[in-house]
């Protein structure tokens, strides 16, 4: 079916294994978006229970996808491009390492002043600036597309006309790519950064499929996303169940819609732009449920899913996900004052689709490997590392940005990384007078973004880790 | 209490514009009402007609300097711009669309309320796509459903509409 707002370059047609069957497939595609496209939807099974376990996050974060790729166990396959030939298993439950010792692998070696991982708006930004006053980058992140989740929101955004409001998050990501292109940063794709042994400097181990890659970085901006919320409820790993990051990427940047109907859960303003981009794809969208008593979305996305008929239901939330192999229904049912289920009210859905849509975590692996200083901060949804203002972290040399420093939306994600990259590079000598007038700017901005009701809660959880940072950064 | 994700009535009330703005000429109106970071309308507007003295304060129409040019309705990340022409009897609703297909002029579609209902079946007078893909869509209503149409939906094939 053709969609309203994007056209798929799904390049060469490819065909792979898969369990002794041919499966054809794009090679624009993941792995496990060929085999979701091929209506295999269980990729593998639970260790203990053997529940079959299917597409969720489509970012390489869940493991939900780990499949034995050409021998190689736990592969993430949702971040794994499909090549002609190659063999995919499902693992019963567990991988099993290859008999043969691996081939020596050919470490490769770089020498930067700043290495920006994870390459989402935060980090294109704070690539953009800091290439700009002349710092040597790079830039590694682990999808197969750089872009972070812009690549997937084909909605307008919003913000002020500095900061690309009324464009699309797909072409915002176009934007940021080719002014990023005609600077000098090198380009790491497919590659994850496992560990960074900081000291004087930085001593980043970064994971690609080539072999293991050090970078010795003079400052690193983190800048690695999060991780979309599991919410507990009986069947909540059957395949069927997605976040909404993860269909989104399914719909929008492999052009796969893996159901005919859904429900949502969440009427944040992600469960709302989802309901209306299903829609746009043809999906039935049954319902969005809402455990509070009011929507915590914007009410002009509210409304235009209403227009088009979407029902959203408050004080009701997901009883059960239906089915045996995959999601056949949704069960719902009303909460009280005190969000308990009142018995009797339950409904069903028939929906082969059941989309989360609950919340995000940062993603915080990095900088806390490297022994920086972190809280709890629910306002920022959940543990971030303590940054000042200017994203400074308690590790030496260290920023982070985006939502890995508290999740908040793409447009704050593209003006933290410009005070981080632009911080970063005045550090480190390169024209601080430029730098300064790039920082003032892009907190200006953000002041102003963050002026209305809706961004009360963030501030109040950033003024705390802003505080927090007096005393461990000084 | 009013329907969730629908405009309350009392809000509604103060952003439509009295029936002598919209008598035979086509006026914005500008269905956003929170306080949300988002000043597209205002500096699209070619006329200054959209006036938002903050980036959080909510848009207000200056009917009398809007011109109808509609690049507001297209340009609205949140879709929350639609025009209103009255016209005797009848009423022109211009609304925000992104979906396949776009239907044509003479084409006859549903006119959907504010909470999907099918409230008239109605002639489309006129469609333009922007460049970045969204249309907006006018159909001719009866004049009394002009503040309550806000949607469309292409009539289902063999359905009689
Ligand atoms: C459905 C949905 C709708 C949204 N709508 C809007 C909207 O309308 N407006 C808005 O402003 N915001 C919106 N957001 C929020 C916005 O997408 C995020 O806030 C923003 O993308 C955060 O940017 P980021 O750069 O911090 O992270 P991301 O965009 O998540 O990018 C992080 C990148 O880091 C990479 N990475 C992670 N770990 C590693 C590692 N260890 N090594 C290497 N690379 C790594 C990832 O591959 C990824 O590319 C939406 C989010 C969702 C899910
Ligand atoms: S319709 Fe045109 S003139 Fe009127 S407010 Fe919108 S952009 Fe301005
Ligand atoms: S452009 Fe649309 S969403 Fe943004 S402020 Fe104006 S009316 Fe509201
Ligand atoms: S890691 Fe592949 S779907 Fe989550």
């Not at chain 2, 609304?95 to 396949?100: D, H, M, R």
Request: proline share 7%; with cysteine.
């Amino acid at each position: 079916m053709a969609h309203p707002i994007l056209e798929f370059d799904r390049g060469r047609e490819v065909e792979f294994n898969f369990e002794g069957r041919r499966i054809r497939a794009f090679e624009s595609e993941s792995i496990a978006a060929a085999l979701v496209a091929e209506g295999i939807l269980t990729l593998g099974w639970s260790p203990k229970r053997r529940r079959p376990r299917g597409f969720f996050c489509g970012i390489g974060k869940c493991s939900s996808c780990l499949m034995t790729v050409d021998g190689v166990p736990n592969v993430r396959t949702c971040i794994t491009p499909v090549r002609d030939g190659v063999e995919v298993r499902r693992q019963r439950p567990l991988g099993e390492l290859p008999k043969a010792p691996p081939p020596e692998a050919k470490a490769g070696e770089l020498d930067v002043d700043l290495l920006v991982i994870g390459g989402g708006p935060a980090g294109l930004s704070a690539a953009i600036e800091a290439s700009r006053l002349g710092a040597r980058v790079a830039i590694a992140d682990e999808n197969v597309r750089p872009g972070g989740q812009l690549i997937k929101q084909t909605h307008k955004f919003f913000g002020s006309r500095e900061n690309y409001a009324g464009v699309r998050g797909i072409e915002i990501a176009r934007i940021l790519l080719r002014e990023l292109d005609g600077l000098s940063a090198t380009w790491l794709t497919r590659a994850t950064v496992i560990a960074d042994y900081a000291g004087r400097s930085h001593d980043v181990v970064v994971s690609t499929p080539e072999g293991p890659w050090r970078i010795r970085a003079d400052a690193v901006v983190v800048s690695t996303g999060a991780t979309e919320n599991m919410i507990p409820f009986p069947n909540n790993d059957l395949p069927g169940v997605m976040g909404a990051g993860g269909l989104q990427t399914l719909m929008h940047v492999f052009g796969v819609v893996p159901g005919e109907s859904a429900l949502i859960v969440g009427a944040g303003n992600v469960g709302l732009i989802l309901a209306y981009q299903l829609l746009q794809a043809g999906v039935d969208v049954k319902a969005i449920v809402e455990i509070m008593p009011k929507i915590g979305g914007y009410a002009v996305h509210a409304a235009k899913v209403r227009r088009m008929g979407v029902p959203i239901l408050l004080r009701h939330t997901l009883r059960r996900a239906v089915g045996r192999e995959r999601v056949e229904g949704a069960e719902i049912v009303r909460v009280d004052e005190s969000f308990r289920p009142i018995e009797g009210t339950e409904e069903r859905f028939d929906v082969d689709m059941i989309v989360l849509a609950v919340g995000l975590t940062p993603s915080t692996e990095v900088p806390r490997q490297a022994g920086a200083a972190w809280d709890y901060v629910p306002e920022l949804g959940g543990p971030v590392p303590i940054h000042d203002p200017y994203l400074r972290t308690s590790v030496e040399g260290m920023y982070v940005a985006g939502d890995s420093s508290g999740i908040e939306e793409a447009t704050t994600a593209m003006l933290e990384g410009r005070v981080a990259g632009a911080h970063a590079a005045a550090e480190l000598g390169l024209r601080p007078d430029r730098a300064e007038g790039v920082i003032k700017e892009a907190l200006r901005q953000l002041e102003s973004f963050r002026s209305g009701p809706f961004s009360a809660k963030v501030v109040r959880g950033k003024q705390r880790v802003w505080e927090r940072a007096r005393e461990v950064i000084g | 209490m009013s329907e969730p994700g629908v405009i309350p009535e009392d809000v509604l009330a103060e952003l439509l514009p009295p029936d002598e703005k919209a008598e035979g000429r086509a006026v914005a109106v500008i269905e956003c009402h929170e306080e949300i970071p988002c000043d597209t309308c205002r500096w699209v507007c070619p006329v200054k007609a959209v006036i938002k003295p903050a980036i959080t304060t909510p848009p207000r129409c200056d009917w009398d300097a809007c011109i109808g040019c509609g690049t507001c309705v297209l340009a609205c990340p949140g879709l929350a711009i639609f025009m209103v022409k009255l016209d005797g009897e009848w009423a022109e609703v211009s609304v925000p669309y992104e979906f396949l297909p776009v239907p044509k002029r003479g084409e006859v579609v549903w006119a959907l309320d504010r909470v999907g209902r099918r409230v008239a079946t109605a002639e489309v007078v006129r469609a333009v796509t922007s460049k970045d893909r969204t249309s907006m869509v006018t159909i001719r209503v009866p004049r009394g459903l002009a503040h309550s149409v806000r949607a469309i939906l292409p009539p289902e094939e063999g359905t009689e509409g």
